[in-house]
């Protein structure tokens, strides 16, 4: 491992061979595209006088295929339910945010809907029109507002992933979009991410056969690229990136680490069990536990109030900008 900077970084060559190695994304030039025309959005209004604080929420689990046509995966834990709310919590705050989510996990507007499935909204009226059910038109309303209200103020940007090739070569897009455009913004990286795979070139083409017998398969490690973003990707962006364990024990020596290592400016540390009622919060400052008040209320949004006020102190220090 190099030490830049007092943070511990990959060697290029796994970063390249990742890469290099990695199934091109196949929508590349369209995600370039809206990306381009998102921040040129943000742009026009800052210099028309409302300057637009910018955040990437990364949310869901990433998959690692078995076989390039893939029938079998290794999946991480993660609804998408953090990311989802602590969206629109952003975007309450005034944020405008690029949304880089698994497919198929929570989304922003959604969360709060019932889980009934989709079918239960809605009614056929005798003229054979669809209508929302009486029992969820408030919400439903509520939601469809919310979402539009985000959109068509090029508040909200979605862009899908569901493997770890597609989620590091998005984030990568998404940083240097950001940068490019001079841009530093904040990244919240509440996606839990593989920390092994496949390399796509030593990966089976067809479905692995259980006629073979036994399974036996070497995993590589996927270069840490949270210190790459850091130190090379969007160097002056606010990094924001979650630390999730089973073990309480070892959680908070792991946040720590992953502050030295990885330079971030905060690890929000959180153990599996209790994820949804509290986390810590640690900083070069110290640690901060949010508890969720009641059940009736969403820790998302202690904890984003609480990022808002943090990411304003930072950029009030001299040389750090929006
Ligand atoms: O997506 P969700 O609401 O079900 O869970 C959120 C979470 C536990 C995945 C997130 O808080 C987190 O810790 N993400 C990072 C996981 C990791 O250490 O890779």
Redesign the pocket.
């Known amino acids: 491992m190099d030490s830049i900077n007092g943070s511990e970084a990959p060697q290029e060559s796994d970063v390249k061979s990742f890469f290099d190695s990695a199934p091109p994304l196949r929508d590349g030039d369209l995600i370039c595209r809206k990306l381009k025309e998102f921040m040129d959005g943000i742009a026009r209004s800052s210099e028309s006088g409302s300057p637009v604080r910018v955040v990437c929420v990364t ?3 990433t998959t690692v295929p078995l076989e390039q046509r893939c029938v079998r995966y290794i999946d ?8 989802a709310a602590s969206t629109e919590y952003f975007v309450k705050a005034g944020y405008a945010v690029i949304f880089v989510y698994r497919r198929g ?2 989304q922003p507007y959604c969360s709060y809907l019932p889980q009934d499935s989709f079918l239960e909204f809605f009614d056929l009226t005798e003229d054979s029109s669809i209508q929302v059910c009486q029992s969820h038109a408030t919400v439903v309303k509520k939601a469809i507002r919310d979402y539009r209200k985000a959109v068509d103020e090029g508040l909200l940007l979605k862009l899908p992933f569901t493997t770890i090739f597609e989620y590091l070569q998005i984030l990568k897009l998404v940083a240097t979009s950001m940068s490019c455009t001079g841009t530093h913004g904040m990244f919240y ?5 593989s920390d092994f795979y496949v390399p796509w070139e030593s990966m089976a083409e067809h479905k692995i056969q259980s006629a073979v017998g036994p399974l036996d398969m070497r995993l590589t490690q996927v270069p840490k690229m949270l210190s790459v973003l850091r130190r090379e990707w969007a160097p002056s962006a606010f990094c924001i990136s ?3 364990e089973t073990d309480p024990d070892i959680l908070l020596q792991k946040a720590d680490a992953a502050m030295r290592k990885y330079g971030m400016h905060v690890v ?1 540390a ?1 153990a ?1 069990a209790t ?1 949804k009622e509290e ?1 810590i919060f640690v900083t070069k400052g110290g640690r901060t536990t949010v508890r969720r008040h009641n059940k009736d209320s969403d820790l998302e949004e202690q904890l984003t109030d609480l990022l808002v006020e943090t990411h304003s102190e930072y950029i009030k220090q001299p040389g750090v900008e929006l």
């Open positions: 949310s869901g689990g991480n834990f993660s609804s998408g339910y953090r990311g996990s929570c990286l509440a996606a839990a991410v979650f630390k999730l929000i959180n599996l994820y986390v």
